[in-house]
Structure formats: C-alpha cells, structure tokens
C-alpha cells in the first residue's frame, strides 16, 4: 500500500500542476492538503496538544493554501464580462417579471441601471433606475425598503434637479408619513436622503437654500439624533456648512462646522435617553 502523501507534498503537487496550466488538478492536491491540515488540527486539539506556536504555524500554512485555492478557483471560473453580466441581469429581470416577483425584478434593474452606468450607457442605466421605481411603486408597503434603494439609486444618477428633489419628496413621504411604511430608523434615513437631496439642488439654484436648511435639513438632524444616528447627523450638517461655503455664506457656514464639531464630543450625548427601538449597535462609537 503506497503511504499517502503529507499536506505539504500535495500543496508542492499542487503548485507544480498549476505552473503546468492544469488547474483541475491542482485544485484537487490543494484540497486534498487542506484536508489534511484540517484533520491534523482537529487531531491535535482532540488531543490537547497545540501550543501557541503551532496555532500560527497552521493558520499561516492555511491563509496561503486559501489563497491558492481562490486564484485557482478564479481561473476555472473567469468573471463574466459586463455585458454577460447585463444580458443575465436582463433575463432574470424578465423571468421574475412574468412570474409577478415584481420586489426582485426591481432590485435586478437597479443593479442593471448599475451595471450599463459602469458600461457607460448612461441612456440605459437611466431606463433601468426609472424602470426600477415604477416596479417599487407597484410593490408599494410590501417592501419599504426597496422603495428606499431604489428611489435613492436614481436620484443619485440624476443631476441635482427639481425632479430629483420631487422623487426623494415622494420617497421620504412614503416612508415617513404612511403608518404601514413608518419605522423610526428608515424615516429617519429618509429624511437624511431628502435633506441631501435638496441640499445639492440648493448648491446650484441658491434661492432654495434657506427652504432646504428651514424644512428638511433642520427635521432630518432632530430624527436622525432621536434614534442615535449621530454619524449621519454629523454628517449632514458638515454638508450644509459646505454648500453654504460654496455659495459665499461663509458665516453661517463656520456655525454648521461648529455644530458638527459637537459630536465629537461623546459627553454631550450622555444626557441624551436612549430610545426602546434602538440597539446599542446602532449607536455611534
């Protein structure tokens, strides 16, 4: 009977197959030796017998070995190029659009409207974003949160407009005001949507800017605090200070810093009641 071979003469097996180009091969004496190194660790820790030194030993011998088996993996299974992957994304929409799953045929075309963005058809990546709001209208309060992503998905393609400041209207409406939609966290990150949104239009038509700070910046900051999203809150407010410096309204913009500056500062949160539906890992660290 031949003695079977150590992990580390079929890792050398395996490296010497993929140098020839045969990568199924390789495969399989890279599996092989994990295996083995996995039947040794489970043997060695069975028998108390595993010190510090061989734990790195083996978690450095298997970082490497994963790591082959991963570029292997890659050449067995190239990725798909962008337009095999815009024709998949194609078909399944329409397999799902027959079958009525009109939520997933509404993710696949945010994706595509993703994709031909990458692809640069910026034509057809607009048709897919569009496409993908009429289907999340249709879904309506079964999916709150795809009518959130794939609202935002086309405001963000589209430049700063009216209508871009319209769409994040509606979204932020939805989720915010109908009682089947409302959750405090997701109006609250509708409400941020909505205040950027408006910002960047203010960036480019000024006469909106104090409407857009007075109205939704100003209700999106007092939201975001109450369910803890102080990051974002921090966030915005730096936006703010930022559009009001790009327009020349460099003193009201050194307050917004200012403002934001405090959430630096954790004690000035200490008072602050944690709400009942917010988890301690909502909370900004």
């Known amino acids: 009977m031949?003695?079977?071979p150590t992990a580390e003469e079929c890792e050398f097996l395996g490296d010497e197959a993929a140098g020839a180009g045969q990568f199924?091969?390789?495969l399989d004496h890279y599996s092989q030796a994990r295996r083995l190194r996995c039947d040794a660790l489970t043997m060695a820790l069975a028998g108390n017998d595993l010190d510090s030194q061989s734990m790195s030993t083996y978690g450095t011998d298997s970082t490497r070995l994963n790591q082959k088996i991963r570029t292997i993996v890659d050449e067995l299974n190239p990725p798909k190029t962008l337009?095999?992957?815009?024709?998949d994304l194609r078909v399944e929409m329409d397999e799902h659009l027959i079958s009525g799953r009109l939520n997933l045929a509404s993710h696949l075309s945010t994706q595509l409207g993703?994709?031909?963005e990458e692809f640069g058809d910026l034509d057809e990546a607009e048709s897919a974003y569009r496409s993908a709001v009429v289907l999340a209208r249709q879904v309506d309060a079964r999916d709150p949160e795809l009518l959130l992503h794939t609202f935002w998905a086309l405001i963000d393609f589209l430049p700063p407009s009216e209508e871009s400041v319209a769409l994040a209207k509606e979204m932020a409406s939805n989720l915010i005001e109908r009682r089947e939609m409302y959750h405090p966290m997701r109006a609250a990150d509708a409400a941020y949507r909505l205040a950027l949104a408006e910002l960047d239009f203010a960036e480019?038509?000024?006469?909106?800017?104090?409407?857009?700070?007075?109205?939704?910046?100003?209700?999106a900051i007092e939201m975001l605090d109450g369910v803890c999203f102080h990051d974002k809150s921090q966030e915005l407010q730096r936006w703010v200070a930022a559009v009001l410096r790009a327009v020349g309204r460099d003193t009201e913009a050194d307050h917004w810093?200012?403002?934001a500056d405090r959430y630096e500062d954790w004690e000035w949160f200490?008072?602050?009641?944690?709400?009942?539906?917010?988890?301690?890992?909502?909370?900004?660290?």
């Open 2 to 4: 031949s003695e079977q």
């Open 270 to 285: 200490t008072d602050q009641q944690m709400p009942g539906h917010v988890h301690l890992w909502d909370i900004r660290h």
């Open 114 to 116: 993703a994709a031909y």
């Open 257 to 259: 810093r200012s403002a």
């Open 83 to 87: 337009s095999e992957r815009i024709a």
């Open 24 to 26: 199924e091969k390789a």
């Open 204 to 219: 480019i038509a000024p006469q909106h800017m104090d409407s857009a700070i007075d109205g939704s910046t100003r209700e």
